[in-house]
């Protein structure tokens, strides 16, 4: 039976009391379902190894509470709790053969021999290494996945109520990365333990994860889906984190009830969000400058002169397979930075050095503060 885990205005200063007291979790507080593979997803120093290793009870909080299922686990030591832990770097016991490494959890827990075989065994083969134990070569001997999928099999050879993984991946080329990280998935859903896989990756996350929070000076900002949270940023931290944003600076020039117009520095140039698409907070008062934002396939380019189009010049075309970018400078600060546009095809004739129009799809862009970092 998977647990559930709950945090509940969680809290995590060190130091609390000296010279430099550095807040690391502030007020955290969501659940995570029974068996779901949950992702948390930040800049690095956002408090992500921290929420982990609280939640494994190796740092205690300063505030707040931990729930597996319904324990109160606060106060309970991490040798009490039932955790399966892999850390970012491989950390298997190079002095200890492959068998004695995967063994370990149970060895500790003094399982007696004929029952660690079968499970060291079953957990090896769960990883996709049944024939290593054969060879029993030392664990440096193995490659960087290898090791990896060991550690994974040493994380859940006792049958943890909760896997915590941090950055498992961190030390794999990207291919072979890409490969774990279906495994990992394939792992945890025939396994169905409650599982955190931190990583400052979004695509990562966003491949992996039944449902990801983004956590930014140790604050949730967001919790979503990665559907949710790449069509519906709440902010522009969320919505440049999850996959690529273009930003256009504005200011409001029309409200409704629902709907906010925001106008750009350039004539004809203008943006109206309604709905969930305005995300500004507080007053929305005319002249107020804003962000409008907009995803590289919500922009379009045009060679021919657009009244409604940005004037830009194309500075650099990459074809990216299933796709071609463009990125279009444009001038005066109209744009946060150079805009990335993605078109499906090549556009014939369009060089690098010529100039162009961008126009933004106005159903689809988004209207945001602009400030805090982005
Ligand atoms: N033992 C500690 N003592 C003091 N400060 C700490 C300690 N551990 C972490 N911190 C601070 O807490 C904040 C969060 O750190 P944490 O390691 O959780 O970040 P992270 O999101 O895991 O980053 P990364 O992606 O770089 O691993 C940082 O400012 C860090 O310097
Ligand atoms: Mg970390």
Do not use: W
């Not at 409200?255 to 943006?271: F, I, P, Q, R």
């Amino acid at each position: 039976m998977s647990l559930s885990l709950t945090y509940e205005g969680v809290g995590k200063t060190f130091d609390p009391s000296g010279k430099n007291p550095v807040r690391a979790l502030d007020n955290v507080s969501f659940r995570i379902e029974p068996g779901e593979l949950f992702c948390l997803l930040g800049p690095s120093g956002c408090g992500k190894t921290t929420l982990l290793r609280c939640t494994a009870g190796l740092e205690s909080i300063t505030g707040g509470k931990i729930f597996y299922g319904d324990r109160d686990v606060t106060s309970i030591p991490p040798f009490r709790r039932n955790i399966g832990m892999v850390f970012q770097s491989f950390a298997l016991y190079p002095h200890m053969s492959v068998y004695e490494n995967v063994a370990y959890g149970l060895r500790v827990r003094k399982v007696p021999e004929a029952q660690v075989r079968v499970k060291v065994t079953e957990m090896m083969e769960l990883v996709g290494l049944p024939d290593v134990l054969k060879r029993n070569p030392s664990p440096t001997a193995l490659s960087g996945g290898q090791q990896q999928r060991v550690a994974v099999a040493r994380a859940l050879v006792y049958d943890p109520e909760i896997l915590l993984l941090d950055e498992p991946l961190a030390n794999l080329d990207a291919k072979l990365r890409r490969h774990m990280r279906a495994e990992i998935r394939r792992i945890q859903k025939i396994t169905n333990i409650t599982t955190i896989f931190v990583t400052h990756d979004q695509e990562e996350a966003m491949a992996i994860g039944d449902r990801l929070a983004v956590l930014r000076h140790g604050v949730v900002e967001q919790i979503g889906t990665s559907d949710q949270l790449y069509h519906n940023p709440e902010s522009a931290f969320v919505a440049n984190f999850i996959g690529k944003m273009n930003f256009f600076h504005g200011r409001v020039s029309a409200t409704t009830n629902d709907s906010v117009t925001v106008e750009t520095a350039v004539k004809g140039v203008a943006v109206t969000a309604s709905g969930e698409k305005v995300r500004i907070h507080g007053d929305r008062a005319l002249g107020r400058e804003v962000l409008i934002g907009a995803r590289p396939e919500q922009l379009s380019i045009s060679r021919t002169k657009d009244p409604h189009g940005l004037p830009g010049t194309v500075s650099i075309i990459q074809h990216l397979g299933q796709f071609v970018r463009y990125e279009v400078q444009t001038e005066g600060g109209i744009a946060e930075r150079a805009l990335e546009v993605d078109v499906d095809h090549l556009i014939p004739d369009l060089n690098e050095g010529d100039p162009v129009f961008v126009r933004i799809d106005e159903k689809n862009a988004g209207v945001y503060d602009s400030e805090g970092e982005r």
